[in-house]
């Protein structure tokens, strides 16, 4: 299983930007999504996750209520959309996939190491 994260870029404070992260090798409807990001110098941090069902759906204070995580199981894409951007989350951005435990995995914050699948970041950078 292999995952494409792309669609980051230069952004103006105040923009919007998609992320997207294409799942190949499997159906996405198998798993678990988390998006993760790393600023520079500090440690990488869970933006969101939502479960396999989309039953459950968890974003971090920070960006709690600008960000949306949204799936394309037809497609097999995973979306990031991020709106009212800020200098602050400067970062490059990381999708995920869990597809071996249950349902209460998002209900937990677990590390971007401990997900089945992870992709390469996107950067995404924020002006003022």
């Known amino acids: 299983v292999q995952l494409q994260a792309s669609g980051g870029g230069l952004v103006l404070s105040g923009g919007s930007l998609r992320l997207s992260c294409l799942v190949s090798?499997?159906?996405?409807?198998?798993?678990?999504i988390g998006w993760f990001r790393q600023a520079p110098e500090k440690g990488r941090e869970e933006v969101s996750c939502t479960s396999q069902t989309n039953s459950f759906t968890k974003y971090s204070d920070s960006v709690k209520g600008r960000f949306t995580i949204s799936r394309d199981n037809a497609n097999n894409t995973v979306y990031l959309q991020m709106n009212s951007l800020k200098p602050e989350d400067t970062a490059v951005y990381y999708c995920?996939?869990?597809?071996?435990?249950?349902?209460?995995?998002?209900?937990?914050?677990?590390?971007?190491?401990?997900?089945?699948?992870r992709g390469q970041g996107t950067l995404v950078t924020v002006s003022s």
């Open positions: 090798g499997s159906t996405l409807d198998a798993y678990h």
């Open positions: 995920a996939v869990e597809g071996r435990y249950g349902t209460t995995w998002c209900n937990v914050s677990f590390e971007f190491d401990y997900y089945q699948y």
